[in-house]
Nanobody
Framework: QVQLDESGGGLVQAGDSLRLSCAAS????????MGWFRQAPGKERRFVAA???????YTVEAVKGRFTISRDNAKNTLYLQMNSLKPEDTAVYYC?????????????????WGQGTQVTVSS
């Protein structure tokens, strides 16, 4: 019933910025936690950031101070503002939603996943 569609990825140079969007359809996700994960070639899917229904935000240390997660409940959309991008940020980025969960850093917490959007950062 719920579909998540990521967009906004692309090829950029180190130091550039991108804003990823995750549009949800099917029902409102305003009462659910939402998160971003990323997966680099040959690597496991890793937690990046999450935002709880009350607005509390969580980010992994590797992106702290550079990435900002936000949500627009009126548009049923999740965002990830990515500044000062580094080559090590290169990955496929996935958004996810969880109707009820507290372990935001665990992929198993999330029920719904998007198809991903590619972010490539060159040096």
């Amino acid at each position: 019933q719920v579909q998540l569609d990521e967009s906004g990825g692309g090829l950029v140079q180190a130091g550039d910025s991108l804003r990823l969007s995750c549009a949800a359809s099917g029902r409102s996700l305003s009462g659910e936690a939402m998160g971003w994960f990323r997966q680099a070639p040959g690597k496991e899917r890793r937690f990046v950031a999450a935002i709880a229904p009350d607005g509390n935000m969580y980010t992994v240390e590797a992106v702290k101070g550079r990435f900002t997660i936000s949500r627009d409940n009126a548009k049923n959309t999740l965002y990830l503002q990515m500044n000062s991008l580094k080559p090590e940020d290169t990955a496929v980025y996935y958004c996810a939603a969880s109707p009820n969960g507290t372990y935001y850093y665990r992929a198993s917490t999330y029920n719904y996943w998007g198809q991903g959007t590619q972010v490539t950062v060159s040096s």
